[in-house]
């Protein structure tokens, strides 16, 4: 019988860690069935109150449906969720987005928020990279009551127009952040 040092327990529980996680991969899970059937409401939804929209997922090349995101910050922030990117109504990705913030902000808030790929350019550039990060070029919408959220010449020929709507909770501040959104396995 040996006796089991505190060295030989770590290195032993270190080494199975790559053995567990492998049987957590997602494979087989019914993540993507939970992640499509709340991207489809999410979609119903903004239809149905912001009926000009389905005009812009008309005109889109692809559309990623981000369902909730979860946000908080007290000076740093973050938030979280996961989403579907559509091309022609059909699923063809499952896309997770983190998010970082610094600077003068307290609160916690959940949204949804659709990017609409208004060129093919736009959209093979988010599929390639290895995690893409909302930049300056992506043009905000914030939907207010009465579905004014209209698809135009300048969104149109926007590359990626984020719409934001069914915000809930108070977040207040004014801060720097980014967004990146990585393909994921659910």
């Not at 032993?12 to 053995?19: K, S």
């Not at 087989?28 to 979609?43: E, F, M, N, V």
């Not at 938030?79 to 003068?104: E, H, P, Q």
Request: charged share 15%.
């Amino acid at each position: 019988m040996s006796n089991l040092s505190r060295r030989g327990f770590t290195l032993g529980a270190l080494a199975g860690i790559p053995v567990l996680a492998a049987c957590g991969n997602g494979v087989g899970s019914p993540g993507s069935q939970k992640i499509d059937a709340r991207a489809d409401a999410t979609l119903n939804y903004l239809y149905s109150n912001y009926p000009n929209a389905r005009d812009l997922a008309n005109k889109a090349s692809g559309v990623l449906v981000m369902p909730v995101v979860t946000e908080a910050g007290f000076g740093l922030g973050g938030g979280y969720g996961r989403g579907a990117l559509r091309i022609n109504d059909a699923t063809v990705d499952y896309y997770s987005a983190a998010k970082g913030s610094f600077g003068l902000q307290i609160g916690a808030q959940q949204f949804s928020h659709v990017l609409f790929f208004m060129t093919e350019d736009a959209l093979q550039s988010f599929r390639r990279s290895p995690g893409w990060v909302a930049g300056a070029n992506v043009e905000y919408a914030l939907p207010d009551q009465g579905g004014n959220l209209t698809a135009d010449t300048t969104t149109v020929t926007s590359p990626v127009v984020a719409v934001i709507f069914g915000q809930a909770g108070i977040m207040a501040g004014a801060t720097i952040e980014g967004t990146k959104y990585t393909r994921i396995i659910p």
